[in-house]
């Protein structure tokens, strides 16, 4: 199939195009380069060794988006494309809704006009809000998501859910993401934050490079069995296998279904700074601070369902995710910049 990737040049959707290619598929890649750049989509044809028609393009632009439809005969979108920094969303909410609901709409409604019936949607487990108990499973009940950016993506959910409804040629995968972290295993693409990061292990990789001086664990005094909050982290490579599975479900069925991509294990942040430290024998030191606004104790997928329907399961282990995430920032000590 030819997929168009809106988002396409950042850190899910680059190691996402990588597997379509060695899967069989074509790609096409819109980015506006808001937080990526285009050497990352030269390194995704580095590795692939394959051409990437490459639109430098806003997807909340309709004339841009027709464009891109007009040139080339899409088959399947997998939308990337959105801010995604939690506290950024709540200093900029008018920003983030208008990206992350006009560029998914924009995208749509040029997909109805060209007869394109394949959707796959970046989600998030923040759509089930303060877990009630783990694992999570696809069936419980969404909840409140703490901030504007979580906002935008139950509400692009609900208006996924509506539109497949009133669409019979329409298909639509939600894919709820846990935590990705890791790096193809070339070292070429991985996750280049803009600025300090927010997530823990490019602060991980970024103090062990001697970028950050320490890292700060937020809170040791959840009800966890070691105090620090529990996330399930799953390779970004098995992660994005999970959507080219996901691409072969949805050129076969209409209607919208949800999927969780975890692994189904929950690990501490002090778990995640120990397999660091023995794995790449590098020092993390780090101080206990406060807990940080908006955080929950513990979430955790259970990753069944993805497991029985698409045949998708995450395979690499917690020492790959941190050899790889090492591996990409040690090589690339300023990301694409160096
Ligand atoms: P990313 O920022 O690396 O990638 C997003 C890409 O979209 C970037 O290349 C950016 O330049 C582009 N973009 C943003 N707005 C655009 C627009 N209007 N037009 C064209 N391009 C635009 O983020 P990521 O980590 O790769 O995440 C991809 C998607 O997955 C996002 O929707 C994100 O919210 C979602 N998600 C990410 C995580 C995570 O932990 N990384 C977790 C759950 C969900
Ligand atoms: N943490 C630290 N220090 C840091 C950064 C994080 O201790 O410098 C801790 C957090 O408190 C949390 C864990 O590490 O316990 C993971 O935090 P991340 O920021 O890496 O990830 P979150 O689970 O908070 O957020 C991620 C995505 C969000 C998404 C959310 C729920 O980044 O986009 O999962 O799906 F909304």
């Known amino acids: 199939m030819k997929v168009l990737l809106p988002g396409g040049a950042g850190y899910i959707g680059s190691h ?89 709409l924009t995208v749509l409604e040029a997909m109805k006009r060209h007869g394109v019936s394949n959707f796959i949607f970046s989600s998030s487990a923040t759509v089930y809000g303060t877990p009630e108990s783990v694992p999570l499973v696809e069936t419980m009940p ?59 292990m490019p602060y991980i990789t970024q103090v062990a490079a001697g970028r950050l001086p320490r890292l700060g664990v937020f809170g040791n005094d959840y009800p966890t069995p070691d105090g620090t909050g529990i996330r399930d982290y799953i390779h970004v490579v098995d992660l994005a296998k999970g959507h080219v599975k996901a691409l072969d479900y949805a050129a076969e069925h209409k209607g919208s279904e949800i999927f969780n991509l975890g692994t189904g294990t929950g690990y501490s942040v002090l778990d995640i700074v120990n397999a660091f430290i023995k794995v790449n024998k590098v020092d993390i030191p780090y101080d206990i601070k406060p807990r940080r606004a908006g955080d929950i104790a513990e979430c955790f997928a259970d990753p069944a369902k993805a497991e029985k329907v698409l045949g998708w399961k995450a395979e690499k282990s917690l020492e790959d995710m941190c050899y790889d995430s090492w591996n990409w920032q040690s090589k690339n000590k300023n990301g694409y910049k160096s």
């Open 142 to 200: 969404t909840g409140s998501p703490t901030n504007p950016y979580g906002r935008t993506k139950l509400m692009l959910e609900q208006i996924l859910t509506d539109a497949a409804a009133a669409d019979n040629n329409l298909s639509v995968v939600l894919l709820r993401y846990f935590n990705p972290i890791g790096a193809h295993e070339s070292g070429r693409i991985g996750e280049d934050p803009n600025g300090i990061p927010n997530n823990l």
């Open 16 to 104: 996402t195009c990588v597997e379509l290619i060695n899967a069989g598929h074509e790609a096409v890649i819109l980015d506006n380069f808001s937080n990526s750049c285009a050497e990352a989509v030269a390194r995704i044809e580095e590795i692939t060794g394959k051409k990437i028609p490459l639109y430098n393009a806003d997807a909340c632009d309709p004339e841009a988006v027709e464009k891109v439809f007009s040139e080339n005969k899409i088959d399947a979108v997998i939308h990337f494309a959105g801010y995604k920094a939690v506290g950024e969303s709540c200093e900029k909410p008018l920003m983030y809704y208008r990206n992350n609901l006009d560029s998914a």
